[in-house]
C-alpha cells in the first residue's frame, strides 16, 4: 500500500489519528475465577485475551534461584480475515512465544520464587495490527490480577515510518505498508533507550501512554474488588 495512502496531506491517517495518537484502548481484569490471574484488552480493533496460572511449583526444577517463565501465544482462527487454518506451535507462534518469555522474564521479580514456574497464556481474539503489543499489554494486566510482583509495567507498542514521518501504535494497513517497524516493550518508570531517534522516540511516548491506561485498569479493578470484599 501506497504510503500516501496512508497519511494524508493534513498529517491525519486512515483511521482519523494523527501521527503519535494511540488507538482507543480499553483494558479489564479478574475475568475468570479459575485462573490466578486474567485480563483483556483491546487496542483499537486488536483484541487480546491472557491468562496467568502461578506460581506454582516446577517439578523439573530447572531453575533453583528463581521461577521459569512459560509463555504461550497463539491467534483464534477467526481472529483474522484469512480463511488459513494456523496449528498450534506454528512458527510465528513460536517465535511470539519466545519474545513474550523474554520480555517477562526481565520484568517479573523471578528470584523471590524459587523452584517454582509461572505459566502466561495469550491469545489474540481479532487481530488488526499490533499483536504483540497487545499481548504484552494483556499479559501485564494479567500478572498484577495473580498478585505477581514485576518491577513496573511492562508496557508495548509498535511505531513506523510513513513518508519519514514516524507513527505510532500501527493498524494493520500500517504494518503492512512496507515501510520500517518496529515492536517496543518497555518498563516505563525504569526503561530509557537512546541513539534509536524520532522512530524511538514516537514508540516509547506510545508505551507511556498505554502505561497510564494499564495504571487506570488495575486501580478501577482494585476499587472493585474492594467494593465486594467491603474493605
Known sequence: MAGLELLS????RLDGRKATELRKVHARMGLFAQVDGSAYIEQGNTKALAVVYGSHEDRAARLHDRAVINCQYSMATFSTAERKRRPHGDRKSTE???????TFEAAVLTNLYPRSQIDIYVKI???DGGNYSACVNAATLAVIDAGIPMRDYVCACTAGFVDETPLADL????ESGGGTSL?????PRGGHIDHLETL????MTACKGVSKVLDEVVRQHLQ??????GE
Open 125 to 127: 481474539l481479532q487481530s
Open 200 to 203: 524511538m522516540e514516537a514508540a
Open 96 to 102: 511470539m512465544s519466545l519474545h513474550l518469555k523474554q
Open 183 to 187: 515492536a517496543l516493550a518497555l518498563l
Open 9 to 12: 496531506d493534513q498529517g491525519y
Open 224 to 229: 472493585e474488588v474492594s467494593a465486594l470484599t
Open 171 to 174: 493498524c494493520h494497513a500500517e
